[in-house]
């Protein structure tokens, strides 16, 4: 079944305590990207990855990383998470190497106390 | 102004009405544009894409670009309560990497 995963799907951690969400995918898609959702703010695009080894900051980077050392995983890092980091992360893949047609992880809501 | 705009609604309609969903867009040179739909409590999915001024049609779906008026819509014909629902506009930049996303509308179908 094609997929992407994400996990953990539910975590709440402190301030300060470095965390990793997976992300893998199936399809052997090249684009991959990570948002975060919040309300009234909609989806907002935090990094991407056109192919292995190549990534790029979105519209809200700080205080996240990436990497992309394998095509099918793309780990989002909080280093040093802080409370307004709280929100639902989804990963997604695209098999059109672009960011439109994309497909979408169960998400993982996270709260940072 | 917002890069992609819509209505947060909640749009409510009956049953068998037609759903008119909107959006707007900032950037002239977009070329392809997306709409999602996305239950409570799940991830979003892709259910249209549109790259050519007119309508496309998809069963009950309808995606309508308007790209003079930087104008993407979407109808649903005989609304469904399965169809109640946040529909999300999405537009990719330029060069296709960055996607934006609208906030979405919340659609309610009344039974």
């Known amino acids: 079944e094609a997929q992407v995963t994400q996990n953990p799907r539910y975590l709440i951690t402190v301030t300060g305590k470095k965390l990793t969400v997976t992300c893998s995918q199936n399809?052997?898609?090249?684009?991959m990207s990570w948002y975060r959702q919040d309300p009234g703010l909609g989806l907002r695009q935090i990094y991407y990855?056109?192919?292995?080894?190549?990534?790029d900051k979105g519209d809200v980077p700080e205080g996240y990383k990436v990497s992309r050392k394998e095509k099918r995983n793309f780990p989002l890092i909080l280093e040093s998470p802080s409370p307004n980091q709280t929100s639902l992360y989804f990963c997604?893949?695209?098999?059109?190497?672009?960011?439109?047609?994309?497909?979408f992880g169960e998400g993982s809501r996270l709260t940072v106390l | 102004q917002k890069e992609v705009e819509q209505n947060s609604g909640p749009l409510s309609v009956p049953e068998g009405a037609i759903a008119s969903l909107n959006c707007t867009y900032s950037?002239?040179?977009?070329?392809?544009f997306f709409w999602y739909r996305q239950y409570s409590g799940k991830s979003p999915e892709l259910i249209m894409s549109?790259?050519?001024?007119g309508d496309k049609e998809d069963g009950r779906f309808t995606a309508q670009l308007n790209k003079a008026s930087q104008y993407v819509s979407l109808l649903i014909r005989d609304s469904q309560p399965s169809d109640s629902a946040t529909y999300l506009c999405?537009?990719?930049?330029?060069?296709?990497?960055?996607?934006?996303f609208g906030a979405g509308t919340r659609l309610f179908v009344k039974a």
């Open positions: 950037d002239r040179v977009s070329q392809s």
């Open positions: 549109i790259y050519s001024n």
């Open positions: 990855s056109m192919n292995v080894e190549v990534t």
């Open positions: 999405a537009v990719p930049n330029t060069g296709g990497f960055k996607t934006i």
């Open positions: 997604a893949s695209s098999l059109g190497g672009r960011g439109g047609e994309l497909f």
């Open positions: 399809m052997n898609h090249e684009y």
